[in-house]
């Protein structure tokens, strides 16, 4: 059950406003995004590149500049080891632009996903050590390969490591004794003795500190990197950071760089799924180009997606662009046969009880199961683990609500399990089949979740008369973009609004297009994107035909005429 739950944050909305020069509506909405005092205003509204914080402030990245530097300057042989998803692809290519600029010998490695599995392994170091690498950097991966770290350290070789996820602990009467890899140089802003003031970046953002801290270490410009923020921006969205302090500066202006992209890889995948270079949001970035630069990992090997950030000419950008949209079109079909699979286990058995979903699809993909777990999660509102199996065990994501921490419950049951990592919101593990029963009971045995915590919150901003809907409202929302996790899109709300003329549109019947009456009496137009049928009889059980929504207003243009709209989101 849906609990609306209206914010009410204080705040003198009116001297913010004539201060900042926006509407006391708009500054009650950043408030909201808990922006407090002037200078976070300040920074919300106008942070740029030069509001950036120094990456020195880094542990480690001292020493990691020192290596770089020496290892540079003697020619040594530095490979750069990423990840396959969006994040440690541009990770990777920024690594390795940063690099080659300053003139190292450096090229890359990235794990398959299928046979290496996520992040380091020793064939990984063993195969640098064969070809006769010096220096091994890891991006968006390495924090918890101790054991890995330590064979390079035997065999020789110099192991630096960049990373954005928890540094694994060990709980002993309820004491975290944390287990930092025995790298050279280990930068992880989520290290307990890192004085680093913002803890939310990604891997790539990381990698990007790192090779900035390096040009100005070596007397070059580092706004010499600039273009690289593009990379940042895409990583930040693509790996569902939150769109808050540095984050926010990093996609808002790498969004804006985008439009002017020199890049030819990112120019052929703009083109290639019909997107226009000027108005690029997050919104194209999570759902249009993530995607596609995702599922050369998923589905085939993300040096497809990398190869595709460095290619040298349009025709060779182009064919790879095509492949890539092409693997994820065939991506998005295999996800809907297993979310249907899924929803029939949880709805034909005891599953649909456990307050934290277990489903094993030993025919899923299994570099589809994130994405599966991330749309049952969105039916059930519950933390959901999807398992499939691997070529000698039982691999799996997990996807979590606000209430759960996903790295948590999974350190609980760490005994059951193979291997595991991620965050609050996310995690990855592999176990043996035969534990997939006691995996389950374990984490809900353990999760601590009541039934108030799986009842989705719908947060409203404000309450919003449709007479108080203009052109010049709507245009002054854009100063609250990008929109993402940690700076959601905000939530309006009316009661009393009368639907009329209701008519479904769409080759799939899931839109509803109607006339909405407030009780002030403005109508505007609305569209919902929901179940129509469901909206239906929402309204069949009120006697007065008035419901309650929530919506976002917007501005809709067809046939060169404007005319104001507001989408409706949710009804009760």
């Known amino acids: 059950m849906e609990r609306w739950v209206l914010l009410r944050k204080g705040g003198d909305f009116q001297a913010m406003g004539a201060h900042f020069g926006i509407s006391p509506r708009l500054a009650c ?74 003139g190292a010998e450096v090229d890359s490695d990235i794990p398959d996903r299928i046979r290496d599995g996520y992040g380091l392994n020793m064939e990984l170091v063993e195969r640098a050590y064969r070809e006769g690498v010096d220096t091994v950097l890891t991006c968006d991966n390495g924090i918890a390969a101790t054991e890995e770290i330590a064979c390079g350290k035997r065999l020789g070789m110099t192991m630096i490591v960049t990373d954005h996820h928890e540094v694994p602990y060990v709980e002993t009467d309820g004491e975290k004794v944390y287990q930092l890899p025995p790298g050279d140089a280990v930068i992880d802003p989520k290290r307990a003795d890192c004085g680093y003031p913002f803890k939310g970046l990604c891997g790539a953002a990381v990698a990007y500190k790192l090779m900035e801290a390096l040009y100005e270490a070596s007397g070059r410009d580092s706004e010499e990197l600039d273009d690289l923020i593009e990379n940042v921006a895409i990583a930040t969205v693509g790996d569902v950071m939150e769109l808050t302090d540095e984050n926010r500066i990093f996609v808002r202006e790498g969004l804006a760089m985008m439009g002017r992209s020199r890049n030819l890889g990112l120019n052929a995948l703009m083109e290639c799924t019909g997107l226009d270079k000027s108005h690029i949001s997050a919104y194209h970035i999570g759902f249009v180009l993530g995607p596609c630069l995702n599922a050369g990992g998923r589905l085939d090997t993300a040096k497809r997606s990398l190869a595709l950030l460095r290619a040298e000419s349009r025709k060779e950008a182009a064919v790879l662009a095509g492949d890539l949209k092409a693997l994820n079109d065939s991506r998005k079909e295999m996800t809907e046969k297993a979310v249907e699979e899924a929803c029939r286990q949880i709805e034909g058995g005891p599953l649909k009880e456990d307050k934290v979903l277990v489903v094993y ?86 999760c601590g979740l009541g039934e108030k915590d799986l009842g989705e919150k719908v947060v409203i901003d404000m309450e919003l ?108």
């Not at 060169?560 to 009804?571: A, E, K, N």
């Open 29 to 102: 909405l950043i408030r909201n995004r808990e922006v407090v005092g002037e200078d976070q205003m300040e920074r919300y509204l106008n942070g740029t590149i030069a509001d950036l914080y120094d990456g020195m402030l880094m542990r480690d990245m001292d020493r990691a500049v020192d290596i770089l530097r020496e290892k540079i300057s003697e020619g040594k042989k530095i490979r750069v080891i990423g990840d396959y998803d969006i994040d440690g692809v541009n990770a990777t290519y920024i690594l390795l632009e940063g690099l080659e600029r300053l």
């Open 361 to 446: 699809l030993p025919e899923c993909h299994e570099s589809l199961a994130g994405i599966v777990a991330g749309r049952i999660r969105e039916n059930y509102y519950k933390p959901v683990f999807v398992l499939t199996d691997a070529e000698e065990e039982v691999k799996g994501s997990g996807r979590s609500i606000e209430a759960y921490h996903m790295y948590e419950g999974l350190n609980r049951c760490a005994p059951l399990l193979i291997r595991f990592g991620g965050h609050k919101l996310a995690a990855g593990l592999s176990l043996e089949r035969e534990n997939i029963p006691a995996l389950r009971r374990k984490l809900n045995e353990t």
């Open 465 to 572: 008369p449709f007479a108080c809907i203009t052109e010049a409202f709507v245009k002054e929302l854009e100063l609250l973009e990008p929109f993402g996790k940690g700076n959601t899109k905000p939530v309006f709300a009316a009661r009393g609004v009368r639907p009329l003329n209701l008519q479904i549109l769409g080759k799939n019947r899931k839109v509803l297009k109607m006339q909405a009456e407030d009780l002030g009496g403005t109508r505007m137009e609305a569209l919902y994107f929901g179940d129509p049928e469901e909206f239906q009889k929402v309204l069949e059980q009120k006697e007065d035909g008035r419901l309650s929504v929530t919506f976002y207003p917007g501005i809709n243009e067809y046939m060169g005429r404007r005319s104001l709209q507001i989408v409706i989101t949710h009804c009760q």
